[in-house]
T-cell receptor
C-alpha cells in the first residue's frame, strides 16, 4: 500500500498568491483529516471529512482557507490569498473510520514570503 | 488551550539505556491515549496506545504507563536504539472521538 500521498512536498509562494495542497488517502479509508503543524501551536486539526462530507471545519483558521473532497480518493486544501503566517507543515491523514488509527502523509512544507 | 502537554522538548539517551518520555493532560474525560513517532520529512506514525481503564500497555520494547490520578502518562523504550531517534507525540481524542489533541512533541536522540 502506498500510504497517504501528499503533493507538493514543498511549496514556496509569495503573499497574496493562491496555494492548493493535495491529498490522496489510503484506499478504503472513509475518514480524512487535514492538520497543520507550527512551532507555536503544534499539530492542530483543521478539518475532518467522513465519506467525502465535511463534518467538522471548526479548526479552519479563516475564510481564506477552504477544503474539498470531491471523491473518496482525493482532497484539496486551498489558501487564498496566502499570508506569511500560513507558513507551516500541512499534513493529511486518513483512517478506516472516525475513531480508528489515523495514518499520516509526509506533509507539505509551505513557506509564504 | 493545550490539553495535552509534553514539557520536555528534547531528551538524549545512550544506546541500550531506557528512554522515558512524559506527557501530562488536563481533561479527565479523555478515555484513551496514543503515542506517535515522527522522523524528519515524514508524517507521524502510530506507535502505541492505552485505554483509560488500563494502567499499562506493552508492545515489544515500548511500554506506556498511565497514572489517571496524576493525569500523567509516560512512554518507556527499553533498550533504546539509534533508530528510535525521532520526535514523539502524545495525543488524546476529544469527546468527538476523531479530533486528536497532540502535545508539542519530545525530540529523542539515542547516541551510540
Amino acid at each position: 500500500d502506498a500510504g497517504v500521498i501528499q503533493s507538493p512536498r514543498h511549496e514556496v509562494t509569495e503573499m497574496g498568491q493562491e496555494v492548493t495542497l493535495r491529498c490522496k488517502p489510503i484506499s478504503g479509508h472513509n475518514s480524512l483529516f487535514w492538520y497543520r503543524q507550527t512551532m507555536m501551536r503544534g499539530l492542530e486539526l483543521l478539518i475532518y471529512f467522513n465519506n467525502n462530507v465535511p463534518i467538522d471545519d471548526s479548526g479552519m483558521p479563516e475564510d481564506r482557507f477552504s477544503a474539498k473532497m470531491p471523491n473518496a480518493s482525493f482532497s484539496t486544501l486551498k489558501i487564498q490569498p496566502s499570508e506569511p503566517r500560513d507558513s507551516a507543515v500541512y499534513f493529511c491523514a486518513s483512517s478506516l473510520g472516525p475513531q480508528e488509527t489515523q495514518y499520516f502523509g509526509p506533509g507539505t512544507r509551505l513557506l509564504v514570503l | 488551550d493545550q490539553q495535552v502537554k509534553q514539557n520536555s522538548p528534547s531528551l538524549s539517551v545512550q544506546e541500550g539505556r531506557i528512554s522515558i518520555l512524559n506527557c501530562d493532560y488536563t481533561n479527565s474525560m479523555f478515555d484513551y491515549f496514543l503515542w506517535y513517532k515522527k522522523y524528519p520529512a515524514e508524517g507521524p506514525t502510530f506507535l502505541i496506545s492505552i485505554s483509560s481503564i488500563k494502567d499499562k500497555n506493552e508492545d515489544g520494547r515500548f511500554t506506556v504507563f498511565l497514572n489517571k490520578s496524576a493525569k500523567h502518562l509516560s512512554l518507556h523504550i527499553v533498550p533504546s536504539q539509534p533508530g528510535d531517534s525521532a520526535v514523539y507525540f502524545c495525543a488524546a481524542p476529544q469527546s468527538s472521538g476523531y479530533a486528536l489533541n497532540f502535545g508539542k512533541g519530545t525530540s529523542l536522540l539515542v547516541t551510540p
